[in-house]
């Protein structure tokens, strides 16, 4: 049995060995349900499976080690290539090997798919003048499928719907960008680029988790940073519609009009457990998201708004000072080191089940300074958050 699911998020960043997971009765014991943003992205195509084949890149041990220090069962990886060969280099060089004296993990299972960062659009998207850059793809990347996601998990992944080529104008009263030059109303973008471009910078999926002889829809995406636009909030009005997409994917009545890569239409089950996991980019108080985005979600029916929190968190935000003095957010929920000047610490990753599901624990993992794991801090700016639920 996993002996420390019920201990403080404290005991996991002060050094305390984490059991691995009982496997007899996986449908009793709790779930631990993850979601990171690793930055296990790479500047060039292909870069990510050369620096995965062999076990000493140091960037890649930090990120193995903060997976096997918290050991989820369910675990979202966001800012991982689209890169297939590299999910098993991973597996066999980095989280099958045990780091700085951290037990090895495996991950038997494992879904990635192809993302739309850096798939030309073929249009001048920002309107600088230029097409083909890669503020010009579906989602900014340099190269198809950088920034991609990844899950791994102990628990077999049933058949995935994917969402990558859902169009952002087939969302109704999608909060599409506006032209302040014009006073015709959300016309940035003309007809024919809407035409085709898609909602998703990167993909939403839902890929159904079964354990034991139940399922648990986890429900992964990681929409764009509302930043880097102009006046007309391109990218900030996409985050907002983005997070919007699973609130309306969670609701029967407002579910009809979504279709995935199948051409499958609807949404979740009614009824059906899920878990929402995902770096949103969206602080419920701070940064540069629309208004009211990540409330969408925090809100939604069914939605249990857990809410995972560090000490590690709350000293930052003191120490670093800057833009961090004058948030609203409480600190010990940030879950991203960013910039102190703007936009300072935030509440960027999400893990949030259904109220059909017990939660029996929770973290962010920020380690505290002087304590043994401080030196991972460094791995990401981004920390690993995790919830133990009873499904």
Do not use: C
């Amino acid at each position: 049995m996993r002996n420390l699911l019920l201990a403080p998020v404290l005991a996991l960043v002060a050094g305390a060995v984490v059991a691995a997971p009982a496997q007899a009765h996986p449908h009793r014991d709790p779930v631990r349900f993850a979601t990171f943003n690793a930055s296990l992205n790479r500047a060039a195509e292909g870069q990510l499976v050369t620096d995965l084949s062999t076990p000493d890149n140091p960037q890649a041990r930090e990120v193995a080690e903060v997976i096997q220090r918290v050991r989820p069962d369910v675990l979202l990886i966001n800012e991982f290539d689209h890169a297939p060969a590299a999910v098993d280099l991973f597996r066999d060089n980095y989280l099958e090997r045990g780091q700085n004296g951290a037990l090895p993990i495996h991950y038997p299972y494992s879904f990635i798919a192809p993302s739309n960062t850096g798939v030309p659009s073929g249009f001048d998207l920002n309107r600088d003048g230029r097409t083909g850059t890669a503020d010009d793809a579906f989602g900014f990347g340099f190269f198809p499928g950088q920034y991609g996601m990844l899950v791994l998990s102990k628990h077999p992944i049933g058949t995935a719907r994917t969402f990558q080529n859902f169009r952002w104008k087939d969302m109704p009263g999608a909060l599409l960008p506006d032209d302040p030059a014009t006073a015709a109303p959300r016309d940035w973008y003309s007809p024919e680029i809407l035409s085709t471009f898609r909602l998703s910078s990167k993909s939403h999926w839902d890929l159904p988790i079964r354990i034991g002889r139940d399922t648990v829809h986890f429900l992964v995406s990681h929409p764009t940073p509302p930043v880097f636009d102009g006046p007309e909030d391109r990218n900030g009005t996409r985050n907002h519609d983005e997070i919007r997409f699973w609130a309306d994917y969670l609701h029967p009545g407002k579910s009809r009009y979504i279709y995935d890569d199948k051409g499958r239409r609807g949404g979740l089950t009614p009824g059906a457990r899920f878990v929402v996991a995902g770096d949103q980019n969206s602080d419920e108080r701070d940064g540069d998201s629309v208004p009211g985005a990540i409330q969408q979600l925090l809100t939604a029916p069914r939605v249990h708004d857990v809410r995972p929190s560090s000490a590690g968190g709350t000293e930052a935000a003191a120490r670093q000072g800057g833009a961090n003095l004058t948030h609203r957010s409480d600190p010990r929920f940030d879950t991203g080191d960013f910039n102190d000047v703007t936009p300072g610490n935030l509440r960027a990753d999400y893990v949030l089940p259904s109220r059909g599901l017990r939660p029996n624990g929770s973290g962010v993992f920020w380690p505290l300074p002087g304590t043994p794991y401080d030196r991972l801090n460094d791995a990401t700016d981004h920390k690993l958050v995790w919830v133990d639920l009873r499904v």
